[in-house]
């Protein structure tokens, strides 16, 4: 529920194109495959035991999206216990967090997204593809997608990059846009400058700059800003990526059970004739890998005093949440049958987390055991929560004043939220 960050540890290998590029003749025809289109259902079950303060928590789910390749449409099945429509189309769903609150969403959701390939094997083969085209994308998308990019990145990364890129042999001012965005993504995402280190808590810009480490989300606010400094739209999504996997990770105190839903941030550019297109290279989302997503965002910039606030707000509370998501095919029988029956489904739900529910009472029943007093009268960090094109972090299910604590700490960064809050993601 809280939006603690979910810490998804999947490392992806980052790897550059080596297949061979499709013929160059029509391939913005050929390059774009047929849409694919499959159906999800999401589950978000959250508990809070131990809150400092009620507030709410907002759910960081799916959300209706759109774009020039992707559609994601969300149908509500269920949204119960604590949990309510908020009126809000950016967080859609909020819990009031107070000590005993439960709450949960059940959504089905139809995604749609173009294998763009093709277009990425091409752009790799021709570093001069789409070379003065860039002056035709829309005037509204490179004013709202083009921002000042930080001193930094636009500095010391960016030298860094150049050196890089020259070494292989090109030209940063002669290879077209579409190349550099690619190429960038390769020299960020494939760890030649920033190191890849998982990390619960998010890290300010200058941290990761100077120390040359950092996560998903990390990386992606890194890339996003090398990006703006060509001149080239670029923005971020969070999502969960859909890959088959299952871990449980202890969040300030907090436990947040995945189950093939890995909270993820990563950057898209867009491009002449195209639109928006993924550059993900770290865990292939929407290139290889269905997404989920909760959002967009701008926010390429986390400072030291964020990520304080951010922490302190994480600690006010203690829940278990488990996010967990199926593709229509793969949904195991027993939840087919369950989704016919709320109160059960509920139950089953509400089961998955129990042994954790029993841990932190138990870790909290010890702290006060040993501390005098816990701290109190925390001011909540008010995060920018952002689900349909809005900025944080990842995945989570809410978070206090932001979100329940559900999916990426990413997010956490950006926003606090209860998986409520905090985001961090996949490539996290």
Not at 45 to 53: D, Q
Not at 168 to 182: C, E
Not at 201 to 206: E, F, T
Not at 293 to 318: C, D, M, P
């Amino acid at each position: 529920m809280i939006k603690a960050s979910a810490i998804f540890l999947i490392v992806i290998a980052v790897t550059w194109f080596t297949l061979s590029p499709l013929a160059l003749d029509g391939w913005t025809q050929n390059a774009v495959s047929e849409p694919i289109s499959r159906t999800y259902y999401y589950f978000d079950y959250a508990c809070v035991t131990y809150s400092e303060n009620s507030s709410n928590g907002y759910f960081d789910a799916p959300v209706n999206y759109s774009d020039t390749e992707v559609n994601q449409t969300v149908h509500v099945l269920y949204v119960g216990g604590a949990a309510q429509f908020s009126g809000n189309s950016t967080n859609p769903y909020q819990m009031r967090m107070g000590n005993g609150t439960c709450g949960y969403i059940v959504l089905k959701i139809n995604l749609t997204y173009r294998n763009i390939t093709g277009i990425l094997y091409n752009i790799s083969a021709n570093p001069y593809i789409f070379k003065g085209e860039y002056p035709e994308i829309p005037a509204a998308v490179l004013e709202k997608y083009v921002k000042k990019p930080a001193k930094a990145v636009n500095t010391t990364v960016r030298h860094a990059f150049e050196k890089w890129l020259i070494h292989l042999g090109y030209v940063p001012s002669q290879v077209s846009k579409a190349f550099i965005a690619l190429s960038a993504a390769q020299f960020i995402y494939g760890q030649h400058f920033i190191k890849y280190s998982a990390s619960a808590l998010p890290r300010s810009l200058d941290d990761v700059v100077g120390n040359k480490t950092g996560d998903c989300d990390d990386m992606s606010r890194i890339l996003l800003n090398l990006l703006w400094g060509y001149g080239i739209p670029a923005k971020m999504e969070y999502a969960y990526v859909y890959l088959p996997y299952n871990d449980t990770f202890n969040v300030e105190g907090s436990y947040i059970t995945f189950v093939n839903a890995g909270p993820h941030a990563y950057v898209l550019t867009y491009l002449p004739r195209v639109g928006w297109v993924s550059l993900d290279f770290l865990a292939g989302a929407l290139i290889y890998n269905p997404s989920l997503i909760t959002g967009e965002s701008l926010q390429a910039n986390i400072t030291r005093s964020e990520v304080v606030e951010t922490v302190k707000e994480l600690k006010q509370y203690r829940y278990a949440e488990v996010i967990m998501a199926y593709s229509a095919s793969s949904l195991p029988a027993e939840l087919r049958t369950l989704l016919n029956n709320e109160a059960a489904l509920r139950n089953y739900l509400h089961s998955l987390i129990t042994p954790y529910l029993e841990k932190i009472k138990a870790n909290l029943s010890l702290r006060n055991n040993t501390v005098t007093q816990p701290e109190s009268n925390v001011t909540a960090a008010q995060g920018k929560h952002s689900t349909a094109g809005n900025l944080p972090p990842n995945p989570s299910p809410f978070t206090p004043k932001a979100m329940l604590i559900a999916s990426s700490l990413a997010l956490l960064a950006t926003t606090a939220t209860l998986l409520i809050s905090a985001r961090k993601g996949v490539g996290q």
